[in-house]
Structure formats: C-alpha cells, structure tokens
C-alpha cells in the first residue's frame, strides 16, 4: 500500500494587482519585481524560475528592514507575497532551507501586524504562507535522516498548519496535511513505513475537519479555499485515511501481531454526522472504507481494506445476543409489513419450493409430514405458514419475546409451541426427541462462524433428518477481492451488519458435523437494502451419520 505524502500541492499563486496604487517611494519598486516575479513564475520554465526568484530577491531587498505597524493594508500585502513568493520559487528550485527563511519571514511580519489586531483582512494571504511553510517543513522532514531532527521538522510544520487553519478555517488542505504528519499510515514508495507522529487520534481529527469543510458538513455554505476538482475523490481518500488511521497495526509493516490481536477488541470513537459513536476499532474502519468506496467506487485502497477488515470478522455483532435481540426487539412492530410489503420479501416462498426440490431428489413423498419441525428465528410466523402443512408439530423460536407474542396475536394456532432463546442451547435439548426438519430462514445471517450452530445442529437434528436454512451470499465483486487478498476467507461482515458466507464454508463446516448437501440454489433478491436486492443462497441439508470418515 502506498501512501501520498503530501496530500495535496497547492500551487501557490497569489495574484496582486499591477494596478494597485503605489504609496511610497519602497512601494513602487517592490511592486515592480514582484509583477516580474509572477510573470516568470507562471512560464514553467527552468530558466524562468531563476528568473524569478532574482526579481523576488530584488523585490526584498527594497523592503523596509522591520515590519513596521504603521505600514496600510496594500503594503502589507505586497510584502507577505513577496516573501512567500520567494519561498515558493525557491522550493520548486529545491533550496528548501532558504525557502523556509523566506516563508518564515512572512508569517514574522504577520504575527508582528496581527498584534495591532486590524488585520484580518491580511489573513487569506498569512494563511498561505503558513500553509507553505508546513509544506516546506513536511518536506524537509521527509528529506531528513536523523529521527530526531526528522520529528522536529514534523513538528513545526503540525505548528504552521495550525497557523494557517487559525487564519483561515475553511483551508481544507491545511487540515488534510496536518492529518498526513500526525497520522499518516502507509508505506512510501520504498517500501518503507512513512514517518508521521503517530498521533492518530488527533489525526482523525484533522481528516474529519477537512471533510467537513469539503462537504459542507461543518454546515457553514461557504466555500473552501482552494477547493479540489475532484472533490469526490479527495474525500474518499480522507475518509479511507481515517479508517486506516483507526487499525493502524493492519497495514503498517513492523506491527506485531501481539498489539493487533488486542486492537481487535479495543474501542474507538469516531464522530459520524455530528454524533459520536463508539464502537470496536474494526467496526468503525470498516464503516469508513465503505463510506470512501461509496464516495469513490474506483478507490481500490479503500476495496481492499475493506474486504481486510470485514473478512471473517465479528465485530462483536453475531456472537452478541443482546445485540441481535436489540435489533429484533425495535424491528419488531414493524417487523412484517416492513419484510413483505416495502422489500417485496418472498423467500419463504422460495424457500418451501426449493426445499420440495430438494425432497423430489430424494424420492421422498410429497405426501410426506415431518414430526418436529423447528423454525428457528420464527419471526411473526412467515416461513411458518410456508412449512405448516408438512409439518405434524411446529415449533417456533425467537430470541424476540415481543415477536413471539406478534406470531401468536398475527396467526393463532399457526405454531404448536414456542420457545424465547439463544438458539444453541434449544437446539442441543432436542437431543432427547430428534427434530425431524430445522427451517431457519434469514436467521443464522447474524452468525459469523458456524462451528457452534453446527454442532448444536448435529445434536439436535436426528439420523435422516433435514436443515433448510437461508443465508447470505458475497457480490462477485467481494468474492473477487476476498479470494485475491483473503483466500482463506470464510465469511465477510456486510455494511449492514449482517454475514455473507463462503459456500465452500458452509459445505465443509456441514460435513464436518455429518450433513449432507442435498440441494444448494441461488436465492437473489432475498433480501432488499437500500433498493438492491441482497443475493441469498439456500442450502438443504440431510443428516447423514453413516459418511465414512474418507468423505468427510
Ligand atoms: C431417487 O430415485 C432415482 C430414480 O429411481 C435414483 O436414481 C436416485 O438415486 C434416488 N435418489 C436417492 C437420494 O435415493
Ligand atoms: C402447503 O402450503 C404451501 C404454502 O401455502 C403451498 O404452496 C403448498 O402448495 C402446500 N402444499 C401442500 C402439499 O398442501
Ligand atoms: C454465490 O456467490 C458466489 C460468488 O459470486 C458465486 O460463485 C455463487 O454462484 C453464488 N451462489 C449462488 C447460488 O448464486
């Protein structure tokens, strides 16, 4: 992964009109060489660089010795451009030390006037050359190869930055650069971990703030200083900084693997639409890569970190009852005609025809009844309805007691028995009287890895029995990425929270505990987000104990 070192190069190019009355005797002359600097300057020409920088020096040597207080706003003006422009000649020519001096002497002269406090009116342009001066300093930082002298440099320029956003607060670059010193995760183009302060929480801060005035978000309607064409693009790129910023171990080359296993579980608070929000470090990272990609969707760092932090992961979520049963619970007066009506939801459907499929390949009667039938994560009773008639006894569990007592006022009789739970437990206690069909239909989307479901599966599913369940399937996109940088992937975390799985995953787990797949299908649109729908795959799996240990 390489990183920008410089964010942004702003080309400096302070425009002072040549009709500006001339005052003093200093004034005309200074006026002079600095219209004849800018003209050179603006030719990209190595030959016109020096050019320039002789007019500018020239233009110096006829300023006054001290920034004197009395000096009017148009001679102010004329000597912090020439200053700065100076320093910027002298930059792109390479002299950086005298570069410095040059900008240096600008923010000199405008400290020394903004003492008298009438100066705003100078700050667009102080601001500049405090800007260039950061730029300098980072620069210099980066040159240097003592880490000492190379923090210090660091420092100084986190100072001018500073300056320059006190000056002027809607200078996004600003902000953006001074994230880049204090937090600036990546490698250079050697290979190498790029030096910053590691100050990432203050680095967030920063990237947060050149967001916000790029987008408007700080709810100010102004307009940015130097606002960047592609505005979308840039914003990606800060929003993908933060997320890194946030899991600074997973990409940074001399991590160990010690501090990243604690990270894992650590907690971060990030500010998302003015609210704070505080989650696991991961979680908000992921938050963030998938925000860059929807501002950029050609932001392959942000993809790639993306599929990183979300493969196999948990964040907590799945394996959280509470969690879940949070969700469900504020879902739960809505619950139905939320699924059917605005998301078109008919998988149950589907789902009971793709299980009669599956029960014609094994030359099962139609006629058939299944003694037990468990419905895991019941609902309000929608796949109930779709299984009843094949069913002797049905039984329905949720975590959601609310929702139990909605299926039981929405469709009396529908279910014989109910049980409110953690599905693990319930399922093990079948052991006694085997469940003969487990239907569970966009519930184990909300476990990450399988192991325990599956064995608590393998209890209390009987000899012969079958599972049909739903689960969630990775875009061909994702499952491109993941299989390129994750090859080992077993399931991706979704932006909404929820689980895709690995087929193969779920196949292998499913042998493991002595299931066979009887059918696997496609089940697109199961579910609708945002408009899209969600692809799901179904699985039907028969309990097969006698596979020999050679099959499994
Ligand atoms: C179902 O019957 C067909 C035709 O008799 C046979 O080929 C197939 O192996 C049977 N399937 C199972 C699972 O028994
Ligand atoms: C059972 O009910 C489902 C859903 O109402 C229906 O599609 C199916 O045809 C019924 N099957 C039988 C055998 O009655
Ligand atoms: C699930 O997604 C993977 C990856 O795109 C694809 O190969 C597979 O065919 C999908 N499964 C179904 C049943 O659509």
Not at 69 to 86: E, G, N, P, R, W
Not at 426 to 440: E, F, G, H, N, T
Not at 504 to 514: F, L, P, R, T
Request: charge should be negative.
């Amino acid at each position: 992964m390489t990183s920008v070192p410089y964010l942004i190069l702003a080309v400096l190019c302070l425009s002072i009109s040549s009709t500006l009355a001339a005052e003093s005797g200093w004034v005309d002359a200074a006026l002079k060489f600095l219209v004849e600097g800018n003209k050179a300057l603006q030719v990209a020409e190595v030959g016109k660089l020096e050019e320039a920088i002789e007019a500018y020096k020239q233009g110096v040597e006829t300023l006054p010795a001290e920034c004197d207080k009395s000096f009017d706003k148009k001679q102010a003006q004329i000597i912090l451009s020439l200053h700065t422009q100076l320093g910027q000649a002298l930059s792109y020519a390479g002299d950086l030390q005298s570069a410095i001096d040059s900008f240096r002497s600008a923010c000199i002269c405008q400290r020394e006037w903004s003492e008298g406090g009438k100066n705003e009116a100078l700050n667009q342009l102080a601001s500049k050359a405090y800007f260039s001066l950061g730029m300098a300093y980072q620069e210099s930082a980066s040159s240097a190869t003592d880490e000492g002298k190379q923090r210090e440099q660091l420092e100084l320029s986190v100072r001018a930055y500073g300056h320059a956003t006190k000056l002027d607060p809607l200078y996004w670059s600003s902000y953006a650069n001074l994230g880049v010193i204090l937090a600036d995760v990546g490698q250079d183009g050697n290979g190498n971990k790029v030096k910053c302060l590691e100050m990432y929480e203050e680095g967030i801060l920063a990237y947060q703030k050149a967001i916000d005035i790029l987008t408007g978000a700080d709810g100010s309607n102004s307009i940015p200083t130097d606002p960047p064409e592609n505005v979308r693009e840039v914003v990606a790129e800060l929003q993908y900084r933060i997320g890194l910023c946030l899991v600074p171990y997973l990409f940074s080359p001399d991590s160990d693997d010690e501090t990243g296993g604690e990270d894992n579980e650590r907690d971060c608070t990030l500010t998302v639409e003015s609210k704070p929000i505080t989650r696991s470090c991961l979680e908000l990272a992921a938050y963030q890569f998938n925000r860059a990609a929807q501002y950029d969707a050609l932001h392959v760092g942000a993809q790639n970190a993306l599929v990183l932090v979300t493969a196999d992961a948990s964040f907590g979520m799945s394996t959280d009852v509470k969690k879940v049963e949070a969700l469900f619970e504020d879902y739960a007066s809505n619950f139905e005609s939320s699924l059917v009506d605005e998301l078109g939801y008919n998988a149950f459907h589907r789902m009971r025809r793709g299980f009669d499929r599956a029960l014609a390949q094994e030359n099962e009667s139609t006629e058939k009844k299944f003694l037990k039938v468990v419905d895991a994560g019941c609902g309000t009773g929608l796949a109930g309805v779709e299984f009843r008639n094949i069913s002797q006894s049905l039984i329905g569990i949720d975590l959601s007691p609310k929702i139990i007592e909605h299926a039981k006022t929405k469709r009396p009789g529908l279910y014989d028995s109910f049980q409110t739970g953690d599905i693990n437990p319930i399922l093990r206690d079948y052991a006694k009287q085997p469940i003969s069909l487990l239907v569970a239909a966009d519930t184990f989307i909300y476990f990450n890895d399988l192991t325990d479901l599956f064995a608590s599966m393998k209890d209390g599913i009987g000899e012969g029995g079958y599972a049909v369940f739903s689960l969630e399937n990775v875009s061909e996109e994702s499952e491109a990425r993941l299989n390129a940088i994750v090859p080992e992937w077993r399931w991706q975390l979704t932006p909404s929270g929820r689980v895709a799985h690995r087929k193969e995953y779920v196949e292998d787990i499913a042998k493991e505990n002595g299931f066979q797949t009887v059918l696997y299908d496609k089940l697109d649109n199961f579910r609708a987000e945002k408009g899209e729908g969600v692809r799901g795959h179904l699985f039907v799996l028969r309990k097969d104990s006698s596979l020999k240990k050679d099959e499994l």
